[in-house]
């Protein structure tokens, strides 16, 4: 079954720590996408990748880091200079070649201690 | 500002109730406005991608239709199983290859029995 596979599906951070959430698909994708998603917010665009090496900041970058090494892996590093980093963490990959619609991930919750 | 809007926050129904949930946007020019389900501590599912005004989709009890300045998604006869957030995202212009959506706050739908 082609999809998109985040893990942990929960993880803990103490104060000071850097974390890493993975994100791999295998649906041939070019694009893919990082969301953080609040109580009552919308999903906010983190970072994004249209090719491989590549990658962009979107609308709340700081804090948080990627890499694009390979075309099915985008992982994201929450870095300690993130204020507030308890959020579900979503992440998501378009096909960008007539069709824009975005799949998405089961979400990783990540938990400040 | 590009925005986008959804109303009502939260809306229950009895089982067989028909109605409809609401998407309003800012964008002007619109290259596609994408309708998705999320069940609790899950990720968003795909529903429907509308490009242009008048344009309708349908998948079982959902109908999504869109006009120049909203659009809507029609709930015929719901069931329980449909319970819901039902999140609604547009994608603007001018957003070249990054294909950017942006999110809004979602209906919270409860079918009670």
């Known amino acids: 079954d082609g999809g998109i596979t985040q893990s942990p599906k929960y993880l803990f951070r103490k104060e000071g720590q850097n974390v890493t959430l993975s994100c791999e698909q295998n649906?041939?994708?070019?694009?893919m996408y990082w969301y953080r998603q609040d109580p009552g917010q919308g999903l906010r665009l983190i970072y994004y990748s249209q090719i491989v090496n590549d990658f962009q900041k979107g609308d709340i970058a700081e804090g948080y880091s990627v890499s694009r090494e390979k075309k099915e892996s985008f992982p994201l590093t929450v870095t300690s200079a993130q204020k507030n980093p308890t959020a579900f963490y979503l992440c998501?990959?378009?096909?960008?070649?007539?069709?824009?619609?975005?799949?998405f991930g089961p979400g990783t919750r990540l938990t400040v201690l | 500002e590009d925005q986008v809007t959804q109303s009502p926050e939260a809306l229950r129904l009895q089982e067989g109730e028909s109605s409809s949930l609401n998407c309003s946007y800012t964008?002007?020019?619109?290259?596609?406005l994408f309708w998705y389900r999320q069940d609790p501590g899950k990720g968003p599912e795909f529903l429907f991608t509308?490009?242009?005004a008048g344009e309708e989709k349908e998948k079982e009890r959902l109908k999504a239709t869109l006009t120049k300045k909203e659009s809507f998604l029609h709930i015929t006869a719901p069931k329980p199983e449909d319970s819901a957030t039902y999140l609604c995202a547009v994608q603007p212009p001018g957003g070249g290859a990054t294909n950017k959506l942006i999110f809004g706050t979602g209906t919270l739908l409860a079918v009670q029995p």
């Open positions: 964008v002007s020019g619109l290259r596609g």
């Open positions: 509308l490009y242009s």
């Open positions: 998501a990959s378009m096909n960008g070649r007539g069709k824009n619609e975005q799949f």
């Open positions: 649906l041939n994708h070019d694009a």
